[in-house]
């Protein structure tokens, strides 16, 4: 799995928006400035999150946008596939080897582990919301149950362990 621009900028612009909320609506132009972002891939970004119902967009003078839901009920999950439409793509499914072999039909011992780390992405990713990332790193780790492994400094995921 490889973290796109598109959903790491749009997961920094919704997390803008979250840090914000009771401010007020605020312009594409504003965000990209304050988080230093190219202006136009901003729009674009904040246009797919429109359409996912992640922000609302207000018109006029006073115009912007805002989150359409509080920051505890919009997860990184939401967010990531508003902005890039997967998580996680399963080759087999999207850049097959060759169309017979992999095809669902034929007998693949690879596939179920491709489809079960999907699902395990897409849980850790739907388990942590804008809302628990609005502190500090050393906060978000112990949050999202990061810790560090007695032996030899390693760092695991609860989620990813089960």
């Not at 796109?4 to 840090?19: D, F, K, M, P, V």
């Not at 891939?41 to 839901?69: C, P, W």
């Not at 080759?91 to 007998?107: F, G, L, M, N």
């Not at 949050?143 to 032996?151: F, K, N, P, Q």
């Amino acid at each position: 799995m490889r973290i796109t621009t598109q959903a790491e900028y749009g997961l920094i612009c919704a997390l803008h928006l979250a840090r914000r909320i009771d401010e007020g609506p605020v312009t594409g132009r504003e965000i990209a400035k304050t988080e230093r972002l190219p202006a136009d891939y901003v729009e674009q970004i904040m246009l797919k999150l429109r359409r996912a119902d992640i922000v609302k967009s207000t018109r006029g003078a006073h115009g912007g946008y805002h989150l359409a839901r509080e920051p505890q009920l919009i997860s990184v999950r939401d967010v990531i596939a508003a902005s890039e439409h997967s998580t996680f793509e399963v080759h087999c499914t999207s850049h097959p080897v060759e169309e017979e072999r992999c095809a669902s039909s034929h007998d693949c011992s690879i596939r179920p582990v491709w489809v079960l780390l999907q699902r395990r992405i897409d849980d850790v990713l739907e388990s942590v919301h804008l809302s628990d990332l609005l502190v500090q790193e050393s906060e978000v780790r112990e949050r999202i149950g990061l810790v560090t492994a007695a032996a030899g400094g390693r760092l695991a995921l609860p989620v990813l362990q089960g």
